[in-house]
């Protein structure tokens, strides 16, 4: 026992002073725990947090924390994941960096839900974005897929037992729903998310679990998604803003649900193009920043696309549907709204007294017809 946990369990009163043992919830088996090793001793030395990645500037994934990214189906969590494992296992990525003092760490990527086919096509594109080979991957990045694996218990043991031998330094989980029975059952979902904590605490390692949210609300699903949501460090949403009809590819916004301590600014990725090495051809996320780290206009036009959806705005319900869409305060959603106005994505019309001495008021509208 530390000198800690002796001075506070010698301050404490005795046995005498309360109820006998056998008259206070004896059904719960209390007296023969010991406690000792998890009072905390407050002798010891601070400890801060080991942030692994920067997301647009805010700092997340610390070492043995539960990471969420979770989103409706088809909007973009798989694409966002790639994005994180491309990060730590080496690319360089406007907007999201590892920002790890471990060297070359290496990712475990666990898949419940895809055929063989489209996993593959997820190593493909981490290969593209960090331009190499996907055999190049090899050292730093192992993929277990369990799709076909009946058992949700065993499932859970493959990723021990894979966590254990491979010792990975970040592991993502696509497809929490897939390691558990029943994920409406309470008693269930609370011990799963807290073996995936302990998991994560064992080993001393950053997990990023993918969840799914209900359709049509950000709640995620069961009772596993709320006690996930509850303990995860923080949870990021993408969200599909708009459909590129011409090349057929998606556009996304990040979105934060919750991180501890820290907002996370808003950041677009969309997908771009390439050529598969058995010759057909795919797409990859890629993050929505211009040279200088600043959002494209192409980027611009499409959140504002969404966000105005045919309406007419005054200068402060413009600047209140700016805050509340990209996250940003008064300042800097005057400068998103201006930098707008001037490439021509928002038009300003304004109204000024009869003797041109005095603005009245500005109106905001989209231009749809801009070239973006």
């Known amino acids: 026992m530390n000198s800690n946990a002796s001075n506070i369990i010698n301050q404490l009163p005795t046995a005498a002073d309360y109820a006998p043992v056998h008259e206070f919830l004896p059904e719960d088996q209390w007296m023969d725990v010991e406690i000792e090793g998890s009072l905390l001793n407050l002798d010891d030395e601070l400890e801060t947090p080991e942030y692994t990645i920067n997301l647009n500037g805010a700092r997340m994934g610390p070492v043995t924390g539960v990471q969420t990214i979770a989103g409706q189906s088809g909007h973009g969590k798989t694409q966002l994941m790639t994005l994180l494992m491309s990060a730590y296992i080496g690319a360089q990525i406007d907007g999201i960096r590892c920002i790890w003092e471990r060297k070359d760490p290496r990712a475990l990527y666990v898949d419940t839900e ?180 600043e959002p494209t206009k192409q980027d611009t036009y499409r959140q504002l696309e969404a966000v105005m959806a045919g309406l007419t705005l005054s200068t402060r319900d413009m600047r209140q549907k700016v805050m509340d869409a990209m996250r940003l305060n008064q300042e800097q959603a005057m400068e998103y709204i201006n930098q707008a106005v001037e490439d021509g994505i928002l038009n300003c019309d304004e109204e000024w007294t009869k003797d041109g001495s005095k603005l009245k008021s500005r109106h905001y509208t989209f231009n749809s017809g801009c070239p973006f």
């Open 114 to 293: 895809m055929e063989k086919g489209n996993t593959q096509l997820v190593v493909a594109r981490i290969a593209r974005i960090c331009n190499t080979e996907i055999t190049a991957l090899k050292s730093r990045l192992t993929v277990m897929r369990l799709r076909d694996e009946e058992n949700h218990a065993n499932i859970w043991r493959k990723i021990l037992k894979a966590t254990w031998q491979l010792k990975p330094d970040v592991l993502f989980l696509d497809g929490m729903i897939d390691i558990i029975g029943d994920f409406n059952d309470n008693k269930e979902a609370n011990l799963i998310i807290r073996k995936v904590m302990k998991l994560a605490d064992h080993y001393e390692i950053p997990i990023w679990a993918v969840m799914h949210q209900n359709p049509g609300t950000t709640k995620m699903a069961g009772h596993q998604g709320s006690f996930l949501e509850r303990k995860s460090t923080a949870v990021i949403s993408p969200v599909k803003v708009c459909d590129d009809e011409k090349n057929g590819i998606y556009h996304f916004d990040i979105k934060n649900g919750k991180q501890r301590g820290e907002d996370i600014r808003p950041l677009s990725f969309h997908m771009e193009r390439f050529t598969l090495p058995n010759g057909d051809t795919n797409a990859y996320p890629v993050i929505g920043k211009d040279a200088n780290g």
